[in-house]
Structures are given as C-alpha cells and as structure tokens.
C-alpha cells in the first residue's frame, strides 16, 4: 500500500500583533501573569481577514513548496470551528478562489486536533489510490470565538492558518502510524456554542455564545493524552522516542509541554514550541510550528517527527512520520 507524505507546507498570520501589554490596556491582567501560567508573550489578531483569507495565504505557500498546483489538487480539507459562514463550507470557499477546480473540498471540525484528524483522512485517501493530491489546512479566527473581557480566556488564543501539501511517498517513507480519539463524555470542558434553537415553535432570546474553557481539566487532559498519544503512536510504528527528532505539539501552554516532558524523561528540546509570539491558535497551531521548524533548517530529511493534537470534542490525535 502506498504511503502517504508530506510534499509541503505552509502558513500565514496576520500582521497585526497584539502584545500581553496591549491586553492590559482593555482587561485586568499583565505580562507576567500571563506568561508565567501560559508562556504566551503575544498573538496575531485579524484586522477584517477572515479564516477563508487567512487559509489562502498558507495555501499558496503550501502548493509553491510542494510544486504542485492548485489543479492538480484532488481534495481539500479544511480544519476549523470558525468557519467564515455556516454553508457554503470555508473549504469551498477556498476552492473557489484557488481554482481548484478538480477537488472536492470539505470541513472537517475537531477544535485543536484538526490538522491531524485532517490529515489522517487524506492519507487513507491516497493510500487506497483514490486521490493523488490533497491539501490540508487548519485556519482560525479565534479572536471572533473569544470573549474579550474574559481575560481567563481571550489572553490565550490567536489567528493564523497551516497548510500541508500530502502525496504518495516515491522512497517508502511518510507517515507510519496513526492514533485518535474522542470522548464527548466531557464536551463541557472545552466549548464554543452555536445559534440557539428559535423557531416558530420555540422562542429563544439567548445570544449566541464565545468559547468557554475548563483550564484546570483541560490541563490534566492534555498532560494525559499527550503522553498516551505519543507513546502510541511511536510503539506502533515500531520506533523508540530516541528515534524521534521533533514532536509538534498543539501549541496551547508551555507549562503542559515541561510536564509531558517531565514525565516522559525526554528533553523539552524535543517538543518544537513557537507558541511564546504565536498564541493557540487551534485547528492552526501544528500546522503553524509544522511550517515554521520546515523552514528553520533544524529538521533534515532521514529524520522522524511525531505531531501531537489535542481538543475540544474532547478529541486527540497523533502521528508518526518518516521525512
């Protein structure tokens, strides 16, 4: 069966930065209140860029990386739960204004394990031959999700988008396991409401809802799943964590990652982190650092990575790569 594989990436924010010392002008915090329980020191804020805007930009430098073009995409999934509008799907939307006009194109919604959901869908695809070329992307307007004078809450998020490229592997290597889950058994930990039902059977004047968090439980969900997730999937691509070069994690708070390091025994080195300038930016973050550690020259072809989401839903997921 042929292996599925990353051709290329890309990402985009948007310009406009807000600092922790912009947020203390509007709500009652500071610098170091957020940074030492977070590690977050800033995050791009949408000036009008909406998530359909935010996923061309990291398309176009997906597909130019790749070398591949926006035709000869056979699909197009795209991860989010701020979507521009509830139909026509933001992937859609995306299709459009790429040309591409030979792939489906669809949304896929698992909050802050949506790159990876996504991309374990496009490998099944690929691996069974139906579609060569499949783009991926995880986009985000968090700051229209966010209460802004909730300041539990809206210190933490950002705006941005990833973009993988995946294709069938011409040397044997890509992706080698793959492990997700869900468990809507505690979806209150981590939500973001919808329009209430009102209709002319019900009548329903509460306004529609921002995304409201159980830091503390989420905290010890994301400590746990981690480490199972990132076990799982090393184990059953039947590697050890020393063969590992990167994990990329959902970038939601430093302190999770020094724990999971921690009880691990691994080095935090390990986890590749950009979460300080960029904030959580959702179904966006592991594309984001996935772009950026590209870029940066550290990863070299011959290594291995693991990416590691995990979210609302409650879900998670993770994958072993061979680059």
Known sequence: ????????????????????????KIIDTNDEWIQSRTGIAQRNISNGENTSDLAYEAALKALEKSKISAEELDLIILATITPDQYMPSTACLLQKRLNAKNATAFDLSAACSG???????????????????????????MSKAVNWEDRNTCVLFGDGAGAVVLGPSTNGRGIKSVYTGSDGDIENYLA????????LLVENNEPQGHLTMDGQEIFKFAVRIMRKGIQKVVKDAGKQLEDVAYIVPHQANDRIIGLVANKMKISPDKFYMNLKNIGNTSSASIGLALDELMDSGKLEHGQDIVLMGFGGGLTWGAIYIEY
């Open 192 to 199: 973001l409401p919808a329009r209430p039902v009102n209709n």
């Open 1 to 24: 069966m042929t292996k599925a594989t990353i051709l290329g990436t890309g990402s985009y924010c948007p310009k406009n930065i807000v600092t922790n010392f912009d947020l203390e």
């Open 115 to 141: 790159l990876v959901f996504g991309i374990d869908v496009a490998s099944q695809f690929i691996q069974t031959g139906r579609y060569k070329h499949v783009l991926v992307i995880g986009a985000e307007v």
